[in-house]
């Protein structure tokens, strides 16, 4: 039996991530030996695996982007592809990795998490995302998927004292592990259906038409239940406000970005690509969970006192909106929703990092109280995060605003007027919560006149562009929206 | 040059007078302000002046010079149309405008809004051209509301005068009610023409004179009636016709320049004019032309009563120009467009004399403008003296003097007609002559003639002259002797004088029945045969004023003069007395028919119940309490339940899930 030496080139980036994340772990492990006074060891920082971190991210971006011809390429027997929307989200992933690492270095210093650990499970979990977002096999679907899951229940639980970080680990851990029974209970439906676990064969083996139709559509429901609790869209989206509220504010803020990514990924290679021929059924259930999720999202974020609670919220709502524009089952509404996930993650990566910013020992910064009067102590925090909040709220000239203003023009070009009406009636809604946060900080009176520590210049640094970019990408909308469609176009057109 | 430069010339530079003048009012100073809008005004005037050889030559253009947008069929440009109709009114305004930016040096010399104040009035002379110029129903909307803006702000030009702004609203609201007529007239064009060019609708206006529409169920409608009265409501509003005329009297409180600039001479002919222009349309509806007629003529007699019993000299004045925009209203019912049109040249060049002489005198009483306070003004005001009295004598028509030879030929034109209403009108306007004689030469007597009541009379209105302290900030009290006013306000009453004396002996001829005006009035002759039955009893300008010194109307401007003189020269004391008797009738003239009151009571008083009722059941109740707190209130709920879901129980996590899984399964499964 031969086996044919897969080309490698289309992974590179996956290989690296891979040798460098295990570096950063053997480096974690054997470098510290020898040092006598452990309490020593656990207290000081260590920045090797930081600095690894941050160059292994930028040699993939450089890899990724070095190799990104807009061509489609398939390798490990058809596995694994990379392509355009693959290129575009891995950068983005990147991206996603580095700003999480920098936002987080003073923070996990402060907390004495500032270890190799942090940034090998990082590594593991950006490998994961990289490996879903490339996947063009169910295997290698779950795999990735499997590998982020198993990363990030780790990050949570990455303070062992912290009794809420923990109980937020276990929830996720098992309702992680149940999300992904029912995922793969509905992809055997498809295996015994089709015959085949390689997507494009699946979706042609559909298109030809089914014996049995209710076991597609039984094997639809699991799987799609799978997605919306990777997704975190209702009814799946039970853990996300206690995960985000549980963990780390860094973990948190990684949560809450790059794996949205890899989500979206997830729900395009298996839904527009693998399943497309029973784009009617799915377009229902899709339906249905996004406006659940709008509609929850957004009413019990009203109601919550902190901050990061609030933003899961926001979350679900958010991935309510993606939904929607992936239901239209159209090019259009891919690239718009494209377009929304990719200024979500740069909006939240913004909001979360300026938490972490506001913290510091012993202090997290995460109630809305906190927030009161944060103009008169550090205008320009404010100003950064008012423009966040205007902008996840949809309010022009933010890019939120254009992400909502695609998604819904690609809904009512697809006839799906009623949907659009609803999203904007929630949207409504949900910018009550996000301009009480612009509220508290410029109109009421703050609790303490405590000065914001100073923080590390980069970190500030990025935080500003961060900001500043939402504003400017909403002012010049056109070249990214360009980019998405046509990452799309190439990839699905 | 080349003649659309010229044409784009008229109206921007006086646009660009305004521009400058307002925004850089502060950096060039008083002279620079009033020497850049006189020097855009003027270079309007020559080159207006030049396009009207140019026209007599027989060169007319009518095309677009700016395309704004393209929607669908709707093409919304910026063009001309020169024709004969337009050249006049740009002379009239040009010249008017010129006349009156002059007299402003010396009337509003010591104002703090000097250089607002003259770049609203360039800036109306730009919207007055647009107005006048354009080739399309757009581009007149879009002048017709621009002068009625800039009318706006300078009626409420004293701002800090709550009668000013009192006035401005006003004007403001009645003039929407026209504008509404209007823009629904447009509408309705658009609609059934599927163009906005006015050549494009009078070529197709034959084919749909048969067509109607059923605003009611049942009862059709002719749609030419229809949209011409439509239009006509529009022209009410902006030409002050009854029962929309209420503003006009009220806008007397903005500055006299005004008055004389765009409530007598040009923005409240725009009307007369637009009529005119839409003379096709017209010419096919004779209920809409009987629709004119009449309220032309009730308009022309009894605003006319009503300037018998004013004793403010502006508002003589503008009781004057009310009843005389009736006259031309009048002439337009009757199909004597070229009458109308010829009547508010005249009585541009005599009424804005009138304005600015009553201005002068305004000046010269220093602010006080009740004529009961002045008399025996003639020798401190010689020149305004004279040239008050050609105004009046061309007002009145005197045989030989402009307003003769107009207003004659709408009297005539009226008897010729045999339109519905006709009757009427003829009625109206021949009573309207010893109406207009009277009050006119009242005025004139009150104020030039009998014993000098200034001296005595000032210390009743020394307060009402502080509260009216306007431009002419000197008030020296009641006692000084009125005075001459300087030559920028003197000359440009000479100026008007001189076409108020020969504009009607030279231009009868040619305008109104030569081939002047060509294609851009459309007679249907057969049908309204007004015109043809004055050009068989013209015999030239001298036969016509023989003939008038021996027909009805000069002897009834003669017997008003004479009663005039006899009641407040003779027997002083009559006046008085007939008030006394005349009781009832004295009242409901001096209350105007009541209209204000009435209008005040219904539409305003109205109004506020209704807004009243609206913001208590519908905003406070229905919006604020039920949509918007009740919204709150309602998410607030949701949320709360929402968020109890969240119970931090694993296992309820996962039952959410379960359940989540089960529905689905039961809605797509089947």
Not at chain 1, 88 to 107: C, E, N
Not at chain 1, 329 to 355: C, K, P, Q, R
Not at chain 1, 446 to 464: K, M
Not at chain 2, 143 to 172: D, H, M, P, Q
Request: hydrophobic letters at 55%; aromatic letters at 12%.
């Amino acid at each position: 039996m031969t086996f044919p030496m897969p080309d490698l080139l289309p992974a590179a980036p996956e290989i690296l991530v891979l040798v460098m994340a295990c570096v950063v772990l053997m480096f974690e492990a054997y470098a510290v030996r020898g040092q006598a006074d452990r309490s020593e060891i656990v207290a000081r920082p260590r920045v090797a695996g930081y600095v690894l971190t941050l160059l292994t991210l930028l040699a993939a971006a450089g890899l990724t982007a070095f190799t990104a011809n807009g061509v489609s390429a398939t390798t490990f027997s058809g596995m694994f592809v990379d392509d355009a929307m693959a290129d575009l989200l891995k950068l983005m992933t990147y991206l996603a990795g580095i700003a999480a690492a920098i936002y987080s270095r003073q923070y996990l210093a402060d907390r004495a998490l500032m270890r190799g650990e942090y940034f090998a499970l990082l590594l593991f979990a950006v490998l994961g995302m990289m490996v879903m977002i490339s996947a063009s096999h169910l295997l290698t679907l779950y795999l990735g998927l499997e590998l982020l899951s198993l990363a990030l229940y780790a990050m949570v639980a990455l303070r062992r004292d912290d009794a809420v970080a923990v109980e937020a680990a276990m929830k996720y851990f098992v309702l992680g592990a149940l999300a992904s029974g029912l995922l793969l209970y509905g992809m055997s439906m498809l295996y015994g259906l089709t015959g085949t676990l390689e997507l494009n064969k699946m979706a042609a083996t559909l298109a030809g038409g089914v014996d049995n139709p209710v076991v597609l559509a039984f094997g639809l429901v699991f799987v799609v239940a799978g997605l919306g609790f990777k997704l975190g869209t209702a009814p799946f989206h039970m853990w996300v406000p206690d995960i985000y509220h549980g963990a780390p504010t860094a973990v948190t803020l990684f949560i809450g970005s790059a794996p949205k990514l890899a989500a979206f990924a997830f729900v395009i290679r298996l839904l527009a690509d693998g399943l497309q021929p029973a784009h009617a059924d799915w377009q229902q259930m899709l339906a249905v969970m996004a406006v659940l999720s709008l509609a929850i999202g957004n009413l019990a974020a009203i109601m919550q006192t902190n901050i990061k609670r609030m933003l899961a919220y926001s979350t679900i709502a958010h991935m309510g909106f993606l939904l929607l524009g992936v239901m239209t089952g159209e090019l259009n509404g891919y690239g718009a929703a494209l377009y929304y996930v990719v200024t979500y993650v740069i909006m939240s990566l913004g909001a979360f990092g300026l938490i972490l910013h506001l913290a510091r020992a012993g202090f997290e910064a995460d109630a809305l109280d906190d927030y009161k009067g944060l103009n008169s102590r550090a205008p320009w925090l404010a100003a950064l995060m008012a423009i966040l909040m205007l902008s996840m709220a949809g309010l022009p000239p933010f890019v939120g605003f254009y992400a909502k203003l695609t998604v819904l023009q690609a809904l009512v070009g697809a006839g799906w007027i009623w949907l659009a009406v609803v999203a904007v009636l929630f949207s409504l809604v949900g910018a009550y919560y996000y301009l009480r946060v612009v509220k508290l900080m410029y109109f009421d009176t703050p609790h303490s006149h405590e000065p914001v520590l100073a923080t590390p210049g980069d970190a500030r640094l990025l935080l500003s562009v961060n900001g500043l970019g939402v504003l400017l990408l909403g002012l010049l909308p056109q070249p990214l929206l360009a980019l998405c469609l046509e990452a799309m176009r190439l990839t699905y057109g | 040059m080349d003649m659309k430069t010229l044409y784009l010339t008229v109206p921007l530079a006086p646009l660009a007078g305004a521009i400058i003048a307002g925004l850089f009012g502060r950096a060039i100073g008083r002279v620079g302000a009033h020497t850049v809008t006189i020097a855009g005004v003027a270079i309007a005037f020559l080159a207006s002046i030049l396009i009207f050889q140019d026209v007599l030559a027989g060169n007319t253009f009518n095309g677009p010079v700016y395309t704004w947008l393209t929607s669908g069929d709707l093409r919304l440009e910026i063009g001309f149309l020169i024709d004969p109709l337009t050249a006049v009114m740009m002379l009239v305004v040009t010249f008017v405008s010129l006349c009156v930016h002059v007299y402003t040096i010396g009337y509003m010399a010591d104002d703090p809004g000097y250089q607002r104040f003259f770049s609203y009035i360039a800036l109306f002379t730009f919207a007055m051209l647009m107005l006048v110029m354009s080739n399309n129903f757009l581009q007149l909307f879009f002048g017709w509301e621009a002068v009625g803006l800039v009318s706006y702000l300078l009626i409420g030009f004293w701002y800090t005068r709550e009668s000013a702004i009192y006035a401005n609203l006003k004007a403001f609201l009645v003039n929407r009610v026209g504008d509404l007529g209007f823009l629904l007239g447009i509408g309705l064009i658009w609609v059934h023409f599927g163009t906005l060019d006015y050549a494009e609708v009078f070529q197709k206006a034959p084919q749909l004179a048969e067509r109607t529409i059923s605003l009611i169920q049942g009862y059709p409608w002719a749609l030419m009636t229809v949209i011409c009265i439509l239009l006509f409501i529009g022209a009410m509003g902006k030409s002050a016709q009854f029962p929309l005329h209420v503003w006009l009297p009220d806008s007397m409180e903005g500055p006299t320049p005004i008055s004389a600039l765009i409530h007598a001479a040009t923005m409240v002919t725009a009307g007369i004019f637009m009529v005119a222009r839409m003379s096709p349309l017209f010419e096919l509806s004779d209920t809409a032309l009987s629709f004119v007629l009449v309220i032309g003529a009730i308009t022309a007699l009894f605003m006319g009563f009503l300037g018998m019993v004013q004793n403010d000299i502006k508002r003589v004045v503008a009781y004057s120009t009310l009843s005389q925009l009736g006259y031309m209203t009048v002439a337009l019912g009757v199909s004597a467009y070229s009458v109308a049109i010829f009547h508010l040249m005249t009585h541009a060049f005599f009424k804005a004399l009138l304005f600015l002489a009553a201005g002068s005198v305004i000046i010269g009483m220093h602010h006080d403008q009740d004529i009961r306070n002045m008399g025996g003004l003639r020798k401190y005001m010689p020149i305004t003296w004279i040239t008050l009295l050609i105004g009046s004598l061309a007002l009145i028509g005197t045989p030989g003097l402009s307003g003769f030879f107009s207003k004659d030929s709408i009297i005539l034109a009226t008897y010729a007609s045999d339109l519905w209403g006709s009757g009427f009108a003829a009625f109206a306007v021949t009573a309207g002559v010893f109406v207009t004689a009277f009050y006119s030469f009242r005025m004139y007597f009150l104020v030039f003639h009998g014993p000098e009541r200034f001296r005595h009379a000032h210390d009743t209105h020394d307060h009402e002259a502080d509260k009216n302290g306007d431009a002419h900030g000197h008030h020296h009290g009641g006692h000084a002797a009125p005075h001459e006013s300087p030559w920028v306000v003197t000359v440009p009453l000479i100026l008007l004088a001189i076409p108020s004396i020969y504009a009607g002996w030279a231009y009868i001829e040619p305008m109104l029945f030569g081939d002047f005006f060509g294609s851009a009035i459309v007679v249907n002759h057969a049908a309204h045969p007004a015109m043809q039955s004055l050009a068989e009893q013209f015999h030239g300008a001298g036969a016509m004023v023989l003939h008038g010194l021996v027909s009805l109307p000069f002897w009834l401007a003669v017997a008003g003069v004479a009663t005039a003189w006899y009641l407040y020269m003779v027997r002083r004391d009559l006046p008085e007395k007939i008030r006394r008797k005349a009781g009832i009738l004295y009242t409901i003239l001096e209350r105007k028919y009541g209209f204000d009151d009435f209008n005040d009571w219904f539409f305003a008083g109205g109004a506020r119940l209704v807004g009243g009722r609206l913001w208590r059941w519908g905003d406070v109740f229905a919006i604020d309490g039920v949509l918007v707190n009740g919204t709150a209130r309602a998410v607030g709920r949701l949320a709360a339940v929402v968020r109890s879901l969240q119970t931090g129980y694993i296992y309820h996590y996962a039952f959410a899930m379960i359940i989540g899984v089960a529905l689905l399964i039961t809605w797509f499964v089947d």
